[in-house]
């Protein structure tokens, strides 16, 4: 049973950093690109970041690009999302999500994990 | 504002059949598969249509999909109190920046 399990969701202040993981398993990690996938209180999807499932390849919404870095380690079935600069509208459940292919701009988001909350605010 | 559109809310009685629209424009819709994803209150998306029309293991052939040029349609029969949910489609957009677009989704309310 593919799972994905995401944590690190936080309480932070504006301008401040915060590191976000999803530990993956049930299946063949390095085979499938990942993505991260927000949800603001109320409102509807947004996505955020995707990385190839080689890591050589990577994009972002451009609501983050230079302030968000998506990684992976395939040796531990994780994914990372290091946030930078956080603004109140970065407040979100973050959803790690697995593309049905091995490249990040092509396919569908076939297993999403339950997501973990990040607040900004002072 | 979200690049896709979708109807905010839709409504029907149990048994009966909704169709919920998604409409957006050639760099998306016009040039890629969409996908449509079913959130349950309080849960995690999950994947009901897949590449405009295909159904993943598991999903009864009460869901449907359609794709008609910039638009795209889901379908459901057979509503079951079970099937309120928020509906969200998605595709690519290759615009100015490759990303993926969802719609601002669709509550179903099964009366």
């Known amino acids: 049973e593919v799972q994905l399990v995401e944590s690190g969701g936080d309480l932070v202040q504006p301008g401040r950093s915060l590191r976000l993981s999803c530990a993956a398993s049930?299946?063949?990690?390095?085979?499938?690109?990942m993505h991260w996938v927000r949800q603001a209180p109320g409102k509807g999807l947004e996505w955020v970041s995707g990385i190839n499932s080689n890591s050589r390849s990577v994009g972002f919404a451009d609501s983050v690009k230079g302030r968000f870095t998506i990684s992976r380690d395939n040796a531990k079935n994780s994914l990372y999302v290091q946030m930078k600069s956080l603004r109140p509208e970065d407040t979100a459940v973050y959803y790690c999500a697995r593309m049905s292919t091995t490249t990040w701009h092509r396919g569908y988001f076939d297993s999403w994990g339950q997501g973990t909350l990040v607040t900004v605010s002072s | 504002q979200s690049v896709l559109t979708q109807p905010p809310s839709v409504s029907a009685a149990p048994g009966q059949k909704v169709t919920i629209s998604c409409s957006g424009g050639s760099s998306n819709i016009g040039k890629n598969y969409v996908s449509w994803y079913q959130q349950l209150p309080g849960t995690a998306p999950k994947v009901l249509i897949y590449d405009n029309d295909k159904r993943p293991s598991g999903i009864p052939d009460r869901f449907s999909g359609s794709k008609s040029g910039t638009s795209a349609t889901l379908g459901i029969t057979g509503l079951q109190t079970g099937d309120e949910a928020d509906y969200y489609c998605?595709?690519?957009?290759?615009?100015?920046?490759?990303?993926?677009?969802f719609g601002g989704g669709t509550r179903l309310t099964v009366l």
């Open positions: 998605g595709t690519w957009d290759t615009s100015l920046s490759v990303g993926q677009v």
């Open positions: 049930g299946f063949i990690f390095d085979d499938y690109a």
